[in-house]
C-alpha cells in the first residue's frame, strides 16, 4: 500500500512497510512496528506516536483536505493490522536528508520558470523594436497587467467556474442531504458537508468546496455530481460563489485585453501614419 498525505507540517508517505516524514530537507522512516498510537481526528490532521518516547508529541501533518486526512488514516491503521508495536519505538526511528528531485522539464515548476524566461525576453525584445513613447507607456502596462489578468482568469476558473462549467455538461443530479457543516480553522466560514446517493447505487459523502456564512434550514439539497470524478460535486445553486467567479474572471478580462488593446492600436496608428 503507498498512500501520501501531504500539508502543512511536511507530509507522510506510508510505502513498503513505513512512513516516511518529511519536513524541509529532514526525513524521519518510522516502522510500523515503532508506531504506538495513530491519532486522527477525521478531517484535518493525523498524528503518529512512538511507543516508548515519554519526552515528545510524535509527528503530525495537517492538511486542509479530510478526504486525504481520513484515507491515509484509514490506510495506516489497515497496514499495521497484526503488527505488534516494540517497547522502544524511538529506537528504531532513522533521521536522514531528503533527497533533492532533480528538475525534470516536464515539472510544473520548469514550466513556470520557462514561461517567465520566455515572457521577460519577450518584453525586452518588444523594448527594443518599439522607440514610440505612447507604445512603451502600453507595453509598460501590459508587462504588469497581464500577469495579473492572467491569475486572476486562472483562480476564477479554477476555484469557481471550472466545476459548475463541467458539471453542466455531464453532471447528474440527484437528491441529498446536508449532513454537517465544517467549520475554516478562524471560524470565519463554512463548507457543507453532502451526503447523496449516486445512481450507480453508490452512497458518496463529500465536504463541498462552496464556501457559505450561515447555516440552511432545510438540510435536503438537490447534488450534481460528475460521474467521472466523484470528488467534483455541487449542491444548491451557490449563486455568491458563481458571483465571485464571474466578478474575477471580469477584472482578469479587463486587465488582459486592455492594456494589449491600446498597444495593438498604438502600433497600427503607427503603420498608418508612417
Same mark, same amino acid.
Request: charged residues 20%; contains cysteine.
Given at each position: 500500500?503507498?498512500?501520501?498525505?501531504?500539508?502543512?507540517?511536511?507530509?507522510?508517505?506510508?510505502?513498503?512497510?513505513?512512513?516516511?516524514?518529511?519536513?524541509?530537507?529532514?526525513?524521519?522512516?518510522? @516502522?510500523?512496528?515503532?508506531?504506538?498510537?495513530?491519532?486522527?481526528?477525521?478531517?484535518?490532521?493525523?498524528?503518529?506516536?512512538?511507543?516508548?518516547?515519554?519526552?515528545?508529541?510524535?509527528?503530525?501533518?495537517?492538511?486542509?483536505?479530510?478526504? #486525504?486526512?481520513?484515507?491515509?488514516?484509514?490506510?495506516?491503521?489497515?497496514?499495521?493490522?497484526?503488527?505488534?508495536?516494540?517497547?522502544?519505538?524511538?529506537?528504531?526511528?532513522?533521521?536522514?536528508?531528503?533527497?533533492? #528531485?532533480?528538475?525534470?522539464?516536464?515539472?510544473?515548476?520548469?514550466?513556470?520558470?520557462?514561461?517567465?524566461?520566455?515572457?521577460?525576453?519577450?518584453?525586452?525584445?518588444?523594448?527594443?523594436?518599439?522607440?514610440? @513613447?505612447?507604445?512603451?507607456?502600453?507595453?509598460?502596462?501590459?508587462?504588469?497587467?497581464?500577469?495579473?489578468? #492572467?491569475?486572476?482568469?486562472?483562480?476564477?476558473?479554477?476555484?469557481?467556474?471550472?466545476?459548475?462549467?463541467?458539471?453542466?455538461?455531464?453532471?447528474?443530479?440527484? @437528491?441529498?442531504?446536508?449532513?454537517?457543516?465544517?467549520?475554516? @480553522?478562524?471560524?470565519?466560514?463554512?463548507?457543507?458537508?453532502?451526503?447523496?446517493?449516486?445512481?450507480?447505487?453508490?452512497?458518496?459523502?463529500?465536504?463541498?468546496?462552496?464556501?457559505?456564512?450561515?447555516?440552511?434550514?432545510? !438540510? #435536503?439539497?438537490?447534488?450534481?455530481?460528475?460521474?467521472?470524478?466523484?470528488?467534483?460535486?455541487?449542491?444548491?445553486?451557490?449563486?455568491?460563489?458563481?458571483?465571485?467567479?464571474?466578478?474575477?474572471?471580469?477584472?482578469?478580462?479587463?486587465?488582459?485585453?486592455? !492594456?494589449?488593446?491600446?498597444?495593438?492600436?498604438?502600433?497600427?496608428?503607427?503603420?498608418?501614419?508612417?
Amino acid at each position: 500500500m503507498k498512500i501520501v498525505l501531504k500539508g502543512r507540517g511536511g507530509a507522510m508517505r506510508l510505502e513498503s512497510g513505513e512512513v516516511r516524514v518529511v519536513r524541509g530537507r529532514a526525513t524521519w522512516r518510522i @516502522p510500523l512496528r515503532a508506531i504506538g498510537a495513530v491519532e486522527c481526528d477525521g478531517r484535518s490532521s493525523v498524528r503518529l506516536r512512538i511507543s516508548g518516547d515519554t519526552s515528545g508529541d510524535g509527528f503530525r501533518v495537517s492538511s486542509g483536505n479530510g478526504n #486525504a486526512v481520513g484515507t491515509f488514516a484509514e490506510g495506516l491503521r489497515q497496514a499495521m493490522e497484526g503488527v505488534t508495536p516494540v517497547a522502544d519505538g524511538v529506537a528504531l526511528v532513522t533521521t536522514g536528508r531528503t533527497p533533492r #528531485a532533480p528538475l525534470a522539464p516536464t515539472t510544473r515548476a520548469a514550466r513556470v520558470s520557462m514561461g517567465v524566461c520566455g515572457y521577460l525576453l519577450l518584453l525586452v525584445l518588444l523594448f527594443t523594436v518599439l522607440d514610440a @513613447p505612447d507604445q512603451r507607456g502600453w507595453l509598460s502596462a501590459a508587462a504588469f497587467l497581464l500577469p495579473l489578468g #492572467a491569475g486572476l482568469l486562472t483562480v476564477a476558473w479554477k476555484f469557481f467556474l471550472r466545476d459548475p462549467w463541467i458539471l453542466r455538461r455531464r453532471g447528474v443530479t440527484v @437528491p441529498g442531504q446536508i449532513v454537517q457543516y465544517r467549520t475554516s @480553522p478562524k471560524q470565519q466560514a463554512m463548507n457543507p458537508v453532502l451526503r447523496f446517493t449516486t445512481a450507480e447505487g453508490r452512497t458518496v459523502t463529500h465536504e463541498s468546496s462552496v464556501t457559505v456564512m450561515t447555516r440552511g434550514r432545510n !438540510p #435536503a439539497v438537490d447534488v450534481t455530481y460528475d460521474p467521472q470524478d466523484l470528488s467534483r460535486v455541487r449542491g444548491g445553486r451557490a449563486l455568491a460563489h458563481m458571483s465571485m467567479g464571474l466578478i474575477l474572471a471580469a477584472f482578469g478580462a479587463t486587465a488582459t485585453l486592455l !492594456p494589449l488593446t491600446g498597444l495593438i492600436t498604438s502600433v497600427l496608428d503607427s503603420l498608418l501614419q508612417g
